[in-house]
């Protein structure tokens, strides 16, 4: 099979007409002034690429919310001309970002899906192909069926589970693979290292949607892979407050191109979203910890449930892909980022992000019984947040992807998508208990479905359930 390696363009014309569009924004490095270059990933949360204010001195990045900048002559400023292009702002979380995964700044969008559709439309163009996750966030499959499909850019859809099954997707005209893990919404996963071996050989970049599971818990671009993206929206930021997009990567003149099609298009994040997202980032290691943990407990609940039918959730034994999330999730939590030293206490946990889905026994009817008598958890669509959210997707999130292509994936019409939040694992616990009572169905017995040993421990409403 003849396949051409991916370049950026690389004429003369183009060189500079991104060399003009960029003089008023030049590429700035991250400054973590006051850090260790091994500091803990907490420590790089909180302060990595942060710095007072220049002005007052103000410990928090203030608000600019303006439009337009004094410049001091013709040409001369000080590097920001006009906020569709560039903002303090956002600069500021540009460079929290960045240090939070040892990259040059993010480039920050309005919306994750911005991230998405920028990222696309910088690698490709009319009759350039790109692989996809088959499973993947439904606006990712609405953007290329709907939007780009027309203009002469196509996609395949892949298991990229399997990495043969990537290699002979892979054709001469395939400009980018684009893989989400875990996958939106069966936490299937990708062997990112893996496929970047195949990538690095032919030449073509390969983007993670690294949303589920942030740098914190996931360090794709460690792992081989060129591009990370996220929805801010979601653990980054963490509190239902703001819409927002981030893609890192190491290769500047990419960066430089995101940079000039964001200003372009007029994707950039908003200030007042920015300076939210700083404040949330700054949790953002202790939140997913505990999100992890309370999403445990929750799976293990769920799995002993007899009106369950199947639950999905990497931190399980029965997990398909459970020897892949252990190798894979290099949890930054309670050790060095860059793994020279541990603290004497480091935690030996491995974490598996906050993301529960699960089917009911009695299909669709009995899903929709749980979903509509929740009380604690919140039907709604986002996910990463501090309350918990239940989410049914072929109805909500996915309800763009083809029917076909959501069955052969195992979207099915009954599957419950669960962003676990920081309530009280317990409190959690007992709403999904007090719904699953609302279920009618002829129960499957517990010995035929489980065969954990160990035994965990769940107070739920004040008393102790042995939970198989």
């Known amino acids: ?133 088959d499973v993947v966030y439904g606006g990712t499959v609405r953007l290329l069926n709907l939007v780009l499909e027309p203009l002469g850019i196509t996609a395949s859809f892949v298991d990229t589970s399997d990495v043969n099954a990537v290699e002979d997707a892979i054709t001469s005209r395939t400009r980018l693979v684009f893989v989400e893990t875990p996958a939106n919404p069966t936490l299937k996963l990708v062997d990112v290292e893996a496929i970047a071996r195949i990538t690095k050989k032919l030449g073509i970049p390969l983007a993670v949607d690294n949303t589920f599971l942030t740098p914190v818990l996931f360090r794709p671009l460690d792992l081989g892979g060129d591009i990370t993206v996220y929805s801010t929206t979601k653990y980054i930021e963490g509190h239902n407050a703001t819409v927002g997009g981030s893609i890192s990567t190491r290769d500047a003149k990419l960066l430089d191109r995101l940079r000039l099609f964001r200003k372009s298009l007029g994707s950039i994040q908003a200030p007042f979203d920015a300076w939210l997202t700083l404040k949330g980032l700054k949790t953002l290691p202790l939140r997913i910890r505990q999100h992890s943990r309370s999403a445990l407990e929750v799976a293990r609940f769920l799995e002993s449930h007899p009106k369950v039918a199947k639950v999905f959730y990497p931190g399980l034994s029965e997990f398909p892909q459970a020897e892949l999330a252990l190798r894979q999730n290099r949890s930054q939590l309670g050790t ?83 962003s676990v939040g920081l309530e009280d694992p317990a409190d959690i616990i007992a709403d999904l208990e007090q719904a699953l009572d609302q279920v009618v169905v002829q129960a499957t017995p517990r010995s035929a479905r489980i065969t954990r040993t160990t035994r965990t421990t769940i107070k739920t409403r004040g008393r102790a359930r042995q939970l198989a």
């Open 336 to 418: 060095k980022i860059e793994g020279k030293r541990s603290l004497k206490n480091a935690d030996s946990e491995t974490f598996f992000g906050g993301i529960v889905a699960f089917e009911v026994a009695g299909g669709v009817d009995s899903g929709v019984t749980v979903m509509n008598n929740v009380q604690l958890c919140t039907l709604a669509e986002n996910l990463g947040a501090t309350e918990t959210l239940i989410t049914h997707p072929v109805s909500m999130t996915h309800g763009d992807v083809p029917r076909e292509q959501r069955e052969r994936t195992g979207i099915t019409d009954g599957l419950i998508r669960l």
């Open 1 to 133: 099979m003849s396949r051409l390696p991916r370049r950026l363009p690389t004429s003369k014309s183009f060189e500079a007409r991104s060399a003009a569009a960029h003089r008023a924004e030049p590429s700035r490095t991250v400054r973590n002034r006051g850090l260790a270059a091994n500091a803990g990933i907490d420590t790089v949360a909180i302060r990595g690429g942060r710095r007072p204010d220049p002005t007052t001195g103000a410990i928090l990045t203030p608000i600019y919310q303006t439009t337009t900048y004094a410049q001091d002559a013709v040409g001369v400023h000080k590097g920001h001309t006009y906020s569709r292009a560039s903002n303090p702002t956002v600069s500021a979380l540009e460079d929290a970002l960045g240090a939070l995964e040892n990259t040059p700044p993010a480039v920050c969008f309005s919306t994750g899906l911005a991230a998405i559709t920028t990222l696309f439309l910088a690698l490709l163009k009319a009759g350039d192909h790109v692989v996809v996750s």
